[in-house]
């Protein structure tokens, strides 16, 4: 898992995952464990390529699957499936994931399309901070116009 931990996490809306293209050369999107060489996935932002593997996004909670094991957040430009919640280790778990909570999700991208699927690494619960929701777009753009290849 190092070799994925050591790449940095894009911040990104969850409408970008949904086109995201493979890179030549990386592992298939499907059933990678995170053992494996890491995906690498090219996203075009303003005419710019951004190449990724992890992801940083938030949203709202929107429904809860496999008692919790996979959670379906919304940004307000797509929806995501983040499966694998019971495999988060459980000194960086720090939410149990519930409808209506608006979170931070750190994962693994695995596959694109219309639902893109991520494999969490951390999920944190920011509710707490109403500023948080209101930051997150900013944050991304600013994050995207660094980040361009």
């Known amino acids: ?17 949904t086109h995201c293209r493979h890179c030549a050369g990386s592992t298939g999107n ?30 709202i909670i929107i429904e809860t699957k496999d008692s919790f ?12 499936l983040v499966k694998g919640c019971h495999k988060i280790a459980q000194q960086t ?15 693994q991208l695995l596959r694109t399309g219309s639902v893109p699927v991520i494999r969490p690494f951390k999920i944190q619960n920011l509710g707490h901070n109403a500023d948080m929701a209101t930051m997150w777009p900013l944050e991304v753009i600013d994050g995207m116009n660094q980040n361009v290849l």
Do not use: C, N
């Open 93 to 107: 778990q720090t939410v149990q994931a519930s409808k209506g909570q608006y979170v931070m999700v750190v994962g």
């Open 69 to 80: 094991d996979s959670i379906l957040i919304d940004d307000g430009t797509a929806i995501a």
């Open 1 to 17: 898992m190092s070799r994925i931990l050591d790449q940095p996490a894009r911040k990104m809306f969850l409408t970008h995952l």
């Open 30 to 59: 499907s059933g990678a464990s995170p053992e494996s060489p890491s995906q690498t996935w090219s996203a075009e932002y303003e005419g710019k390529t951004i190449e990724l593997s992890i992801v940083t996004t938030q949203g």
